[in-house]
């Protein structure tokens, strides 16, 4: 898997908050910056993204205009005409960075800060991941609750802003953000207004994600309140990896293996903490869906956002909670929630 940082003459065109991103390129800045506030110290400054009419070449070997448009901009260092891409249509509506970034900015209205920004896939798409919260259920289990900002200057991408539980640093991470399903979403096509036409929108999309985040603590707080034994736990366990009937010795052997690696999620380390818990249950068993069950990918900081995206790994999650469920008998509300 590849970053798909933009990167000229040694530069890349990217900029993260506190920690280096995965792949280490890009600026790492200390203090919390705005989007807009970020360009600079991202090489996204003045790259001067613009619409051209786009020529092909005649018959006669000379160029003809077409009536289609192109976005080129310029190269931040050498600033020579470098272009971007495109086959557009007249009424392209062209989102600079600059525009994107003031965007990010009105949206949130100094409710969030720059977490991750950056070009990819050659100049033509751009990311920003404004980092709005970090919430902590049981003491323990820290997620980080981003808006991403997105769209493509080539009209490969629609403008897009969705809520995800992940900073994005690379063109596979935004592809991941980008191919889960999430309600909590608003697009806006390369037409008309544009983004600035919907912030009424986007933002009653955001309301709609805060009520359902304070939804999912008083959900995770009630499971932390479920007492759970020795022995219930070890059903549950028994209940999310089943033995076949009439297994084989290696088929046997895979299940116990699979058991063990959950007993040690939840008998071990910081779990102990939330361990006594039916939330403690639930994180044992997605802990192991998250980074123990798929297959084995080099990079761990790219496996374990590759398995929390992944479609399959989301059905495993919700099998994990119906297992707590089912065991507990808990009321099956919850499986909405978390």
């Known amino acids: 898997m590849g970053h798909g940082i933009d990167v000229l003459d040694d530069r890349a065109s990217a900029a993260y908050w506190k920690d280096a991103a995965w792949h280490r390129l890009g600026a790492v800045v200390e203090e919390q910056l705005t989007a807009t506030g970020s360009l600079e110290v991202a090489n996204l400054a ?10 092909v070449v005649g018959p006669d070997g000379s160029p003809q205009r077409t009536d289609k448009w192109t976005t080129v901009g310029l190269h931040p260092l050498t600033r020579e005409r470098r ?3 495109g086959y557009l249509a007249e009424n392209f509506a062209l989102e600079t960075p600059e525009m994107l970034a003031d965007f990010a900015d009105q ?5 969030a800060h720059m977490n991750a920004i950056g070009l990819v896939d050659e100049g033509r798409r751009m990311f920003i991941s404004l980092h709005i919260t970090d919430l902590v259920f049981g003491g323990i289990d820290r997620t980080s609750q981003n808006l991403l900002v997105t769209t493509g200057f080539d009209g490969s991408l629609i403008s897009t802003v969705k809520v995800v539980n992940f900073r994005v640093e690379c063109a596979n991470m935004l592809n991941m953000a980008l191919g889960r399903r999430a309600e909590h979403q608003v697009t806006a096509r390369h037409t008309g207004a544009g983004l600035a036409f919907k912030v009424d929108e986007f933002r009653r999309v955001l309301d709609l994600a805060w009520k359902s985040t304070e ?3 008083k959900e995770v707080e009630r499971l932390l309140d479920v007492e759970v034994t020795k022995a219930k ?8 990896v089943p033995m076949p009937d009439e297994a084989s010795p290696r088929q046997e052997n895979r299940v116990e293996n699979q058991r063990g690696l959950i007993y040690g999620n939840y008998f071990t380390g910081n779990a102990m903490l939330i361990n006594d818990t039916a939330w403690g249950a639930y994180n044992a068993l997605s802990e192991f869906v998250d980074h123990q069950s798929g297959a084995k990918v080099k990079d761990e900081a790219l496996r374990s956002v590759e398995s929390f ?19 507990l008998d808990l009321d099956p509300r919850v499986l909405q929630s978390v």
């Open 46 to 55: 003045d790259l001067d993204y613009h619409l051209e009419p786009l020529y």
């Open 83 to 85: 272009h971007i891409g």
């Open 107 to 111: 949206l949130v209205e100094g409710g």
């Open 215 to 217: 939804a999912l603590e």
């Open 233 to 240: 736990f070890q059903e549950i366990v028994h209940d999310f």
């Open 309 to 327: 995206m992944s479609d399959r790994l989301e059905s495993e999650r919700a099998r994990a909670m119906r297992s707590v469920v089912k065991v």
